[in-house]
């Protein structure tokens, strides 16, 4: 059974950077992993995307250029720094994960394992 378990959010000024950590466990070899974000009213939407060997990257064009994802093989961990940070990013964040890499990896339908999500605010 794979499970997923997000830390790291918190209130940071415009401009400021955090680093959200996602935990796995289980057998999530293989698997791709995902982040996505749902602000106050809105629909859960897609940030980034990776394969589980971290070849495979892609971003949301909202994110471009501010957001990395990294992770850490041998502890399964998943990590989404943040850079830049605009009051826009306010969200809960999730980590998510599908047995592969789906070609339409902004779809959240694809994956079948989430976490429980972390708060991020960013104030003006």
């Known amino acids: 059974q794979v499970q997923l378990v997000e830390s790291g959010g918190g209130l940071v000024q415009t401009g400021g950077s955090l680093r959200l950590s996602c935990a796995a466990s289980g057998r999530v070899g293989g698997y791709a992993m995902a982040w996505f974000r749902q602000a106050p009213g809105k629909e859960r939407e897609f940030v980034a995307v990776d394969n589980w060997s971290g070849s495979s990257g892609y971003y949301a064009d909202s994110v471009k250029g501010r957001f990395t994802m990294s992770r850490n093989i041998p502890k399964k961990m998943l990590y989404l720094q943040m850079n830049s940070l605009n009051a826009e990013d306010t969200a809960i964040y999730f980590c998510?994960?599908?047995?592969?890499?789906?070609?339409?990896?902004?779809?959240?339908?694809?994956?079948?394992?989430w976490g429980q999500g972390t708060q991020v605010t960013v104030s003006s």
């Open positions: 998510a994960a599908a047995p592969t890499l789906p070609s339409d990896y902004a779809d959240r339908e694809k994956y079948i394992h």
